[in-house]
Nanobody, 117 residues
Framework: VQLQASGGGLVQAGGSLRLSCAFSRSSFRNYEMGWYRQAPGKRRELVATISSRDTTDYSDSVKGRFTISRDNVENTMYLQMSSLKPEDTAVYYC????????????WGQGTLVTVSS
């Protein structure tokens, strides 16, 4: 399994970005997916998850501002980020696992999001 994250960039506070995560297999629909982020000097944190049944969950820090979604035809996951804040600056990683995996097993290379004040 390979994941390719894209869509990061520089945006002003209050702006929006959409991240994409391309999944290398057609069995994408069977995987549980997530986005993590890691800011400079901080630990990696979970941002949002979406199950194979489209159940979503968000960290309190992004709830109401970010939306995770998936397209099982395009084998792609998205993270729509709105009302961005400087504290959202981080490298964002997409990740995947099956229901049999206790932890996320597959990781993309990360895409950098920088929010200027």
């Amino acid at each position: 399994v390979q994941l390719q994250a894209s869509g990061g960039g520089l945006v002003q506070a209050g702006g929006s970005l959409r991240l994409s995560c391309a999944f290398s297999r057609s069995s994408f629909r069977n995987y549980e997916m997530g986005w993590y982020r890691q800011a400079p000097g901080k630990r990696r944190e979970l941002v949002a998850t979406i199950s194979s049944r489209d159940t979503t969950d968000y960290s309190d820090s992004v709830k109401g501002r970010f939306t995770i979604s998936r397209d099982n035809v395009e084998n792609t996951m998205y993270l729509q980020m709105s009302s961005l804040k400087p504290e959202d600056t981080a490298v964002y990683y997409c990740t995947a696992k099956t229901a049999l995996n206790a932890k996320y097993r597959y990781w993309g290379q990360g895409t950098l999001v920088t929010v200027s004040s």
